[in-house]
Antibody, heavy 121, light 108 residues
Framework: QITLKESGPTLVKPTQTLTLTCTFS??????????VGWIRQPPGKALEWLAL???????RYSPSLKSRLTITKDTSKNQVVLTMTNMDSVDTATYYCAHTIVGATGAFDYWGQGTLVTVSS | EIVLTQSPGTLSLSPGERATLSCRASQSVPSSYLAWYQQKPGQAPRLLIY???SRATGIPDRFSGSGSGTDFTLTISRLEPEDFAVYYCQQYAGSPRTFGQGTKVEIK
């Protein structure tokens, strides 16, 4: 049974760096084909894909946010961490992590419950 | 970057009716790497369809996906009360893995 859960601050100040952790169970991010991604959703708006890390440490980023994002994995802890620098009010959103596997569905087949991050002074 | 445009923005239908949702890509989506998700208020998205036409595990057969290239469709054959939600398409052929802006299916 695959589960994912996001954790991190609920409130950050403008210009601060956000660090979010996705802790998962039921799979290993070192298994060939496995990836974990981050997606966000501002209140009342659409989903926005942010970043994805694969089992082989291949990393992909949204071009519009690439300069501000870093995604890493800790296989021993079953965690994937996303950092986003220079936070602004427009970054207020629910942030989700999700599982994917190349060669199976290929899409995000398991999602965390999401965590709401508010950017405000 | 592949841009996905969903239409209509809102679909007002009654339970039992057929829903047809469209997703158009700005360029061809290779190997039909196109997925559909359902999202209800306060919940995470749920994968419905992958590979343009394959149902994910546990998804009822009233949901079907079709299309290739740049034009894709999600069809709900007979709407159940629990189907009223927002639906997103996503392409995962490359990076970035873009989403459409969503179609809301509401009760008429």
């Amino acid at each position: 049974q695959i589960t994912l859960k996001e954790s991190g601050p609920t409130l950050v100040k403008p210009t601060q760096t956000l660090t979010l952790t996705c802790t998962f169970s039921g799979f290993s991010v070192s298994t060939p084909g496995v990836g974990v991604g981050w997606i966000r959703q501002p209140p009342g708006k659409a989903l926005e894909w942010l970043a994805l890390i694969y089992w082989d440490d291949d990393k992909r980023y949204s071009p519009s946010l690439k300069s501000r994002l870093t995604i890493t994995k800790d296989t021993s802890k079953n965690q994937v961490v996303l950092t986003m620098t220079n936070m602004d009010s427009v970054d207020t959103a629910t942030y989700y992590c999700a599982h994917t596997i190349v060669g199976a569905t290929g899409a995000f087949d398991y999602w965390g419950q999401g965590t709401l991050v508010t950017v405000s002074s | 970057e592949i841009v996905l445009t969903q239409s209509p923005g809102t679909l007002s239908l009654s339970p039992g009716e057929r829903a047809t949702l469209s997703c158009r890509a700005s360029q061809s989506v290779p190997s039909s790497y196109l997925a559909w998700y359902q999202q209800k208020p306060g919940q995470a998205p749920r994968l419905l369809i992958y590979g343009a036409s394959s149902r994910a595990t546990g998804i009822p057969d009233r949901f079907s996906g079709s299309g290739s290239g740049t034009d894709f469709t999600l069809t709900i054959s007979r709407l159940e009360p629990e189907d009223f939600a927002v639906y997103y398409c996503q392409q995962y052929a490359g990076s970035p893995r873009t989403f459409g802006q969503g179609t809301k299916v509401e009760i008429k």
